[in-house]
C-alpha cells in the first residue's frame, strides 16, 4: 500500500465497522497482565507496530483473535461486537491484584480499502503503509492489518470532523470481511471455543508465539505443534450461492468433512474460510449434503505445510 496520497481529490471513504470492537486494557500492569493471556509475544508492540493476537481457553481453544496494538497510554485488542462484553468479563476474572483495567471501549472503528491509490483524508500523522504498521495522533490511530487497506480508530466525538473530510459514499462493510477472509485471518465469532489455534492457521497468519512464555492453551499448542501432523486446517473457498452461516457444514463425497468459519458477498456469489479436515481437502466440496453446490478453493498468502496434494 505504498504510495498513498492525501489528496483530498482522491480520498477513499471510510466505512463503519460495527462488528467490530476494540477493548481497552490499561494500567501499570497491563503488559505483564496480557503477556500471560494471550497468544502472541505483547512485547514486539510499539508505537508504530501492532501485532496479531488470539486469546485461548485452558484447553486451548481459540476464544477471540484480531489485532493489538499501543495507544493512548494503553493496550488495545480488536474483538468481534457479539463477543466483546463475555470478552471483558472472562479477562477480567483473571487480573486478581494486577493493576489492570478492562472495558469495551467508547472508541469507534472504520474500515478504508483504498482504491487506485487513494487514502482517507486524517490529518496530523503520515499513514502506514506496511503490514501491521500503524500512526496515530491523541485524536485518531490508522492501523494497516495488511497489505490494501486501513483501521481507523477514533473517540466517538471525533468522528464528524473525520467523516466531514472524506469524499464520497462510504464502501460497503462486508468488503472488510471479505479482505480478512482473502487475508486468512478469522475473526471467529459463532466459532468461538470451537478450535485451536493452528486449526484456524493463526500460526501461519502471525498470532501465535511458541517462545514468548506461559499462556493459557500454551501446553494443547505446544503438544500439537511438536506431536506432528494436524488433521484439520482452515482454507479458502469461493462460492456460487449468497454467503453462507458461520458454523454451516462443509461437505464431501464421505460426508460431512468441516465448518465455515468466516463468509462474505463476492463477484461470484460469495468467498468464504472453513476449517477442513485435511484427508477431504485434495476432493471435491460442497456447500450442501446433495453435493449440488460445489465449492472451488481458493489460494491463501501463505503455504499450509499439511496439505495434501491434489
Same mark, same amino acid.
Given at each position: ?11 477513499a ?21 496480557l ?18 493476537y ?19 497510554d ?54 502506514p503503509?506496511?503490514?501491521? !504498521?500503524?500512526?496515530?495522533?491523541a ?14 480508530a477514533?473517540?466517538a ?12 459514499? &462510504?464502501?460497503d ?7 480478512d ?33 506461559c ?29 453462507p ?10 460426508? !460431512? ?7 462474505a ?13 485435511? !484427508?477431504?481437502a485434495?476432493?471435491p ?16 498468502p501463505y ?5 495434501? &496434494?491434489?
Amino acid at each position: 500500500m505504498s504510495g498513498l496520497t492525501r489528496d483530498n481529490d482522491a480520498c477513499a471513504p471510510l466505512a463503519s465497522l460495527h462488528a467490530l470492537r476494540l477493548l481497552r486494557v490499561a494500567g501499570a500492569d497491563r503488559q505483564a497482565f496480557l503477556q500471560g493471556q494471550l497468544t502472541q509475544d505483547l512485547r514486539l508492540i510499539t508505537p508504530t507496530r501492532a501485532v496479531r493476537y488470539a486469546w485461548a481457553d485452558a484447553q486451548g481453544r481459540v476464544l477471540v483473535a484480531g489485532e493489538a496494538f499501543d495507544w493512548r497510554d494503553a493496550f488495545w485488542l480488536t474483538v468481534p461486537a457479539t463477543l466483546a462484553a463475555g470478552i471483558v468479563r472472562r479477562l477480567r476474572m483473571f487480573v486478581l491484584r494486577a493493576q489492570v483495567t478492562v472495558e469495551v471501549a467508547e472508541v469507534m472503528l472504520a474500515g478504508c480499502i483504498p482504491a487506485a491509490g487513494a487514502a482517507p483524508a486524517l490529518p496530523g500523522a503520515t499513514l502506514p503503509a506496511r503490514p501491521l !504498521e500503524c500512526s496515530a495522533t491523541a485524536q485518531w490511530l490508522a492501523l494497516c492489518p495488511d497489505a490494501g487497506r486501513l483501521l481507523i480508530a477514533a473517540p466517538a466525538g471525533a468522528w464528524p470532523a473525520l467523516l466531514a473530510a472524506q469524499p464520497g459514499t &462510504p464502501a460497503d462493510a462486508d468488503a472488510w470481511t471479505l479482505a480478512d477472509i482473502r487475508a486468512g485471518f478469522a475473526r471467529i465469532g459463532t466459532a468461538a471455543g470451537a478450535y485451536i489455534p493452528q486449526m484456524l492457521n493463526l500460526d501461519l497468519a502471525g498470532a501465535l508465539s511458541f517462545d514468548k512464555g506461559c499462556y493459557p492453551g500454551q501446553e494443547t499448542v505446544t503438544r500439537t505443534r511438536h506431536l506432528g501432523r494436524l488433521k484439520r486446517r482452515l482454507l479458502r473457498f469461493g462460492a456460487g450461492l449468497p454467503p453462507p452461516a458461520a458454523g454451516d457444514p462443509v461437505f464431501g463425497p464421505a460426508g !460431512e468433512s468441516g465448518a465455515v468459519v468466516l463468509a462474505a458477498p463476492a463477484a461470484t456469489g460469495s468467498e468464504l474460510l472453513a476449517v477442513v479436515r485435511l !484427508e477431504a481437502a485434495a476432493g471435491p466440496l460442497f456447500a450442501d449434503a446433495q453435493l449440488r453446490q460445489p465449492l472451488a478453493p481458493l489460494a491463501l498468502p501463505y503455504g499450509i505445510p499439511e496439505m495434501p &496434494p491434489a
